[in-house]
């Protein structure tokens, strides 16, 4: 519909997240500043907060398709995991082994 309309050659409007799409208004380029600065500067756990369709997931993606190499990264997108679903999620993204029940964390 969206393609026909606008003549657009793409599908604009999908469930992931395509950071092609992005469009850095002065608040996403903050954020964007902000995440760069706390990833090139070690700070540790970073998180963004907004409203849903506000672009974070676009924004994070975009962010994490332009990090060297050697940066490892792990992208966690539920809203409220438990600590045990967090660290095994954390493994995961991190390509470690991730056991189901483990006592040296917990």
Not at 32 to 38: E, K, M, R, T, V
Not at 39 to 50: A, D, H, R
Not at 69 to 78: D, G, L, N, P
């Amino acid at each position: 519909m969206y393609n026909e309309f606008f003549g657009f050659s793409e599908k604009p409007f999908e469930a992931t997240p395509d950071p092609k799409f992005l469009y850095l208004t002065s608040s996403h380029r903050d954020a964007l500043i902000a995440l760069f600065d706390g990833v090139t500067n070690q700070k540790g756990f970073i998180s963004l907060t907004g409203e849903a369709g506000t672009g974070r997931k676009t924004l994070v993606h975009f962010m994490l398709g332009r990090l060297e190499e050697k940066v490892k990264a792990a992208f966690i997108s539920h809203s409220s995991p438990s600590f045990k679903d967090l660290l095994r999620d954390l493994f995961l993204e991190l390509g470690m082994e991730a056991e189901e029940e483990t006592k040296r964390f917990f």
